[in-house]
């Protein structure tokens, strides 16, 4: 147990619809990235937030958003879905100064679009 | 980023010693290395990481190449819990904290 939770941890929905993936991060964590994980494209970071603000973006879709809350949870957001949007999304956090502290995972969210 | 080379795909026995191997000829001097893995229907995992010693814990051990281009991840007694997708990444200390994930290496433990 890497101590992150995601939930739900499967989602079923329709295409154009939107739906929020949940991330509780490690206690004491306060950086949290979103990972994106298909069979094509393999695991993709998507987004990076340290302390509730934005650090650093990667190949995420401009449908998509993130934030990070005060009690450091994090919540991603997809709208307006698309078949290829189906995935595993993956959740990190990560804490301390150190730019390459271990990154620990959760469990990940199965999204599928029909 | 700088990129890594690894095998598609390994096999090994049961309570074998497992050698991983990892190509990364474009590392800079402030890349340090790191392996993580992912088991089926799991997240990633952290398995170690090193700079330029080779690192043990109690995991596995990583030997890094003296020019530093190449290094391997050993496991010293598969397991069948052993069986996932390794990853070699290289990270910056000095620039972004996220992971770039390859193809990896998937290894197969034969009972």
């Known amino acids: 147990d890497s101590g992150v939770t995601q939930t739900p941890k499967h989602l079923i929905t329709a295409t154009g619809q939107r739906v929020t993936l949940r991330c509780s991060p490690r206690?004491?964590?306060?950086?949290v990235y979103w990972y994106q994980q298909s069979l094509d494209q393999g695991l993709q970071f998507l987004i990076q937030y340290y302390n509730g603000e934005e650090r650093a973006k990667g190949n995420i879709l401009e449908r998509f958003s993130a934030q990070q809350f005060p009690d450091l949870h994090s919540e991603l957001n997809l709208s307006s879905l698309e078949l290829g949007d189906s995935a595993l999304y993956f959740c990190?956090?990560?804490?301390?100064?150190?730019?390459?502290?271990?990154?620990?995972f959760g469990p990940g969210t199965r999204l599928t679009v029909l | 980023d700088a990129k890594t080379t690894q095998p598609n795909s390994m096999e090994s026995n049961e309570e074998e010693p497992v050698h991983l191997p990892c190509n990364h000829s474009?590392?800079?001097?402030?890349?340090?290395i790191h392996w993580y893995r992912q088991l089926p229907s799991q997240g990633p995992e952290y398995v170690i990481h090193?700079?330029?010693s080779n690192v043990n814990n109690r995991m596995a051990s990583l030997a890094i190449a003296e020019d530093r281009k190449s290094s391997t991840l050993i496991l010293h007694r598969a397991t069948l819990r052993d069986a996932a997708v390794y990853y070699c990444i290289l990270r910056d200390r000095g620039g972004s904290e996220k992971l770039v994930f390859g193809k990896g290496t998937k290894l197969t433990v034969n009972p």
């Open positions: 990190a956090s990560s804490g301390g100064p150190r730019r390459v502290n271990e990154q620990f």
């Open positions: 090193g700079l330029t």
């Open positions: 206690s004491g964590d306060l950086s």
């Open positions: 474009t590392i800079s001097g402030t890349d340090y």
